[in-house]
Structures are given as C-alpha cells and as structure tokens.
C-alpha cells in the first residue's frame, strides 16, 4: 500500500486492518491473523493441502485490496484473460 497508493506506513496499515476488518494491533498477531488468511482465502505461512497458493493467492490479495499487482497482470496478459 505504500508503494501502490503512496500512503504512509500508518496509514497503509490502517487501510489494510479496514479492508481485513481486525484492527492494527491484530496485523501483527500470528494468531489472530491465521484465522483472517483461511477466511479470506489469503494463503498461511506454510503451504497445506487445500489452501491458496501462488497467484491464487495474489488474485484474492489484489481484490480484497483493490489494488493491481504486476505479475499477475503479466499472468493475466499472457492467458488471455485481459
């Protein structure tokens, strides 16, 4: 969000808690955001059978967030989807 939408680093946390619906205290709580990542279908640390990876993951990133990521418009391009 920093680079994206040039926001301070505050306010690009603030807009990311909005946008997960936990508060900026929970974006640093493993726990708390265990439970957001399977919910939100934005992947976990470490990669378990019937969770998001890769640019599946970026997809649901890049919606949630609204905003573009670079390679997976390259992906998008190159399919033929855009």
């Known amino acids: ?5 040039g926001m301070k680093i505050g306010e690009a946390k603030k807009y990311v808690a909005e946008k997960l619906s936990v ?3 929970d974006l640093t709580d ?3 955001m265990r439970e957001v990542r399977e919910e939100f279908k ?3 640390i470490r990669s ?3 969770y998001p ?3 599946e993951v970026k997809h649901h990133v890049a919606d949630l967030l ?3 990521i670079n390679c ?3 992906f998008k391009r190159q399919a033929g989807l855009i």
Do not use: H, P, Y
Request: glycine share 20%; net charge positive.
């Open 72 to 74: 997976l418009d390259r």
């Open 48 to 50: 378990f059978g019937g």
């Open 66 to 68: 609204g905003i573009n």
């Open 53 to 55: 990876k890769g640019l």
């Open 30 to 32: 493993a726990v708390a």
């Open 1 to 5: 969000m920093q680079m994206t939408k």
């Open 42 to 44: 934005l992947g976990t």
């Open 23 to 25: 508060s900026v205290e």
